[in-house]
Nanobody, 122 residues
Framework: QLVESGGGLVQAGGSLRLSCAASGRAFGSYAVGWFRQAPGKEREFVAAISRSGDKTYYADSVKGRFTISRDNAKNTAYLQMNSLKPEDTAVYYC?????????????????WGQGTQVTVSS
């Protein structure tokens, strides 16, 4: 089970840190991704991190502003979001996939959280 938290309302230029807490099996066995879905749009990839945390990958739209990280001892992944823009407004989901390797398509993830709303005002 994955549970996201940390969403909220922030002004443009501000920051938020999302957390994704996992329960159940060893968190370090899963690669983790963050996705987002804005109203009327498809769910899109934001960032992903390998099982050990040594590899990360970002969508071009967030590169340089967002940072994905994880703490396997705490069974938690994070998404630090800086310099937020109104177009970052969406429900943010974390997802976990069995096996090694970073992936950026939704159908390659096995478990999903319920999502947390991020709203950036202009």
């Amino acid at each position: 089970q994955l549970v996201e938290s940390g969403g909220g309302l922030v002004q443009a230029g501000g920051s938020l840190r999302l957390s994704c807490a996992a329960s159940g099996r060893a968190f370090g066995s899963y690669a983790v991704g963050w996705f987002r879905q804005a109203p009327g749009k498809e769910r899109e990839f934001v960032a992903a991190i390998s099982r050990s945390g040594d590899k990360t990958y970002y969508a071009d739209s967030v590169k340089g502003r967002f940072t994905i990280s994880r703490d396997n001892a705490k069974n938690t992944a994070y998404l630090q979001m800086n310099s937020l823009k109104p177009e970052d407004t969406a429900v943010y989901y974390c997802a976990a996939r069995v096996g090694a390797g970073i992936r950026w398509t939704t159908n390659e993830y096995d478990y999903w959280g319920q999502g947390t709303q991020v709203t950036v005002s202009s």
